[in-house]
C-alpha cells in the first residue's frame, strides 16, 4: 500500500526558511519522480518542484526559483523541500506527491499536505 506523509511544516518570519520533508512507503521509491505542490488559501493547488528518480534533473516553478531545494535520499525513502527567503505568500498547505511518468504525470499518490505560514 502506497503511503505519502509531509512533515515539518510551521510558523516563519520572512526572510526565514524550512525545510519540509516527505516520507514515502510501499512502492520502488527509487524508481520515481516526485513533486512538490502547495494551495495557497483560495487558489488552485500549483506546481512547485520535481525531482527525477535519480536526481539528476529538477524543475521549480518560477515563484520559487533560486529560493527552493528540492533534494532526495533514496535510502532513507525521502523527498526534501528547503525552503529560504520565505515570503508571506508562500503561506500554503504543501504537498507531496509521487510522479507516475515524467514529467508531466499523472501525479498519482499524494500526502495530506503540511502547513507552512510565513508571517510577522
Known amino acids: 500500500q502506497v503511503h505519502v506523509v509531509e512533515s515539518g511544516g510551521d510558523l516563519v518570519q520572512p526572510g526565514g526558511s524550512l525545510r519540509v520533508s516527505c516520507a514515502a512507503s510501499?512502492?520502488?521509491?527509487?524508481?520515481?519522480?516526485m513533486g512538490w505542490f502547495r494551495r495557497i488559501s483560495g487558489r488552485e493547488r500549483e506546481f512547485v518542484a520535481s525531482?527525477?528518480?535519480?536526481?539528476?534533473?529538477?524543475y521549480y516553478a518560477d515563484s520559487v526559483k533560486g529560493r527552493f531545494t528540492i533534494s532526495r535520499d533514496n535510502a532513507k525513502l525521502m523527498v526534501y523541500l528547503q525552503m529560504d527567503s520565505l515570503k508571506p505568500e508562500d503561506t500554503a498547505v504543501y504537498y507531496c506527491?509521487?510522479?507516475?511518468?515524467?514529467?508531466?504525470?499523472?501525479?498519482?499518490?499524494w500526502g495530506q499536505g503540511t502547513q507552512v505560514t510565513v508571517s510577522s
Open positions: 506527491a509521487r510522479i507516475y511518468s515524467w514529467p508531466d504525470g499523472p501525479y498519482d499518490y
Open positions: 510501499g512502492f520502488t521509491f527509487s524508481s520515481f519522480a
Open positions: 525531482i527525477t528518480y535519480n536526481s539528476g534533473s529538477t
